[in-house]
């Protein structure tokens, strides 16, 4: 009774980090099809049914297979043992959840991959003990090489690896990121959204950071305006170090200058400008867009970030054909002197630390300052 007394804590500890662990893989796993190894009972997989999975299998041990089907057996949930299931049949999956003897995966690694679909996501979660004799860097280095990315995480008495993106199913040839692609897809290019859209490779934030290196180009269309000014500042950073020398990066955000001077009117009758601050507030706030860019304001943060050979571009125009065509959103018809998004490429240059501190701080100062807590 004295060691079940002892050992009770870590015991619900452990059980409480593996819950914890499935509540983030919620959003993970909307309206996807997931695979969950061994959690045990299959209580696991049913929490993911229930958190809005569009269908779950789970792979129990044979003496809990049948347990957990009787016990959680409902539409949408499929309960097989371990040792007996051929994944290839049971697939695709888009995402793969493990928090329970991972070491069980090693044998069927290639057989897993094969049976995952393009843009999935692997979440494993381990203890030392549990990693059948091999340390956890040895995991995350076989996995980078599987996978696009890895990123891992503590999460109470576990460590989270997710990995992301089957490089099986990712384009051969330079690597080109197309960030916040959402439906859009581009073929030849790693498509990255932080939403599983269909024709999503790779579905990641980038708020949290972006694990790459030698990018041969980056393509991001309305994209800058959905983030705070300094995770833009982060973002232009993030891209700049994962580019090759000779990267390059096309940019594509709505133009400041533009919104201003059609959206609002200093003369005309009162309703007119009620109409009008309706307008503008809508384009500012609209679509969930945080900050607005003006071409200067844009230039000054390349620069800083550490680009060079600004070239600015009107919608599907380019000089680089690896960037040639590529807009997908609506366009209006643009005067000669001003468009209403701002396209842009540039090519990595020489970094500029002081610069972009000092522009920082200017933007700290005279905006976020006076926007903090709302």
């Known amino acids: 009774m004295a060691i079940r007394d002892a050992l009770a804590p870590r015991a619900a500890r452990e059980r409480a980090a ?88 090693q044998s069927r690694l290639e057989s897993l991959l094969e049976s995952m679909a393009p843009g999935s996501q692997l979440v494993l979660a381990t203890m030392p003990a549990t990693l059948g004799g ?10 980078k090489t599987l996978f696009l990315s890895v990123t891992q ?43 599983p859209f269909p024709g999503v490779d790779l579905v990641a934030d980038v708020n949290r950071g972006l694990d790459f290196a030698s990018v041969d ?10 983030l705070a000014a300094d995770d833009a500042f982060d973002f232009l950073a993030a891209i700049y170090r994962m580019l090759t020398p000779e990267g390059r990066l096309r940019l594509s955000t709505p133009n400041l200058d533009w919104v201003w001077r059609t959206h609002y009117r200093l003369a005309g009758p009162a309703e007119h400008k009620i ?15 945080k900050f607005l860019w003006n071409q200067e304001t844009l230039s000054a943060a390349l620069v800083a970030t550490g680009f060079n050979n600004l070239r600015w571009y009107r919608h599907g125009e380019s000089d680089d054909a690896t960037f040639r065509g590529l807009e997908r959103h609506e366009t209006y018809g643009d005067s000669d002197d001003l468009p209403h998004v701002l396209i842009v490429e540039a090519r990595r240059g020489t970094s500029q630390p002081e610069a972009l501190a000092s522009l920082r701080e200017r933007v700290q100062r005279e905006f976020l300052d006076h926007v903090a807590g709302y």
């Open 18 to 105: 593996r819950l914890a662990i499935y509540v983030c893989c919620e959003p993970l796993a909307q309206k996807r099809r997931v695979l969950d190894v061994g959690c045990g009972r299959g209580w696991g997989a049913a929490h993911l049914l229930a958190a809005g999975a569009a269908r779950v299998t789970a792979l129990e041990q044979s003496g809990l297979a049948g347990r957990a089907a009787q016990r959680f057996g409902r539409p949408g949930l499929d309960v097989h043992t371990f040792d007996d299931a051929d994944l290839a049949d049971l697939g695709p999956f888009d995402l793969v959840t493990c928090t329970r003897h991972p070491d069980r995966l």
């Open 134 to 143: 091999e340390t956890l860097s040895t995991w995350r280095e076989r996995l």
């Open 153 to 195: 995480e503590t999460q109470g008495v576990f460590e989270v690896l997710t990995a992301s993106a089957p490089r099986r199913h990712l384009p051969t040839g330079p690597l080109r990121l197309h960030i916040g692609s959402g439906s859009q897809r581009l073929e030849d290019w790693v498509n990255v959204d932080i939403r």
């Open 217 to 226: 180009a980056v393509y991001a269309e309305h994209f800058l305006e959905h």
């Open 275 to 289: 109409a009008s601050a309706l307008k503008i507030n809508r384009a500012f706030h609209g679509w969930e867009h």
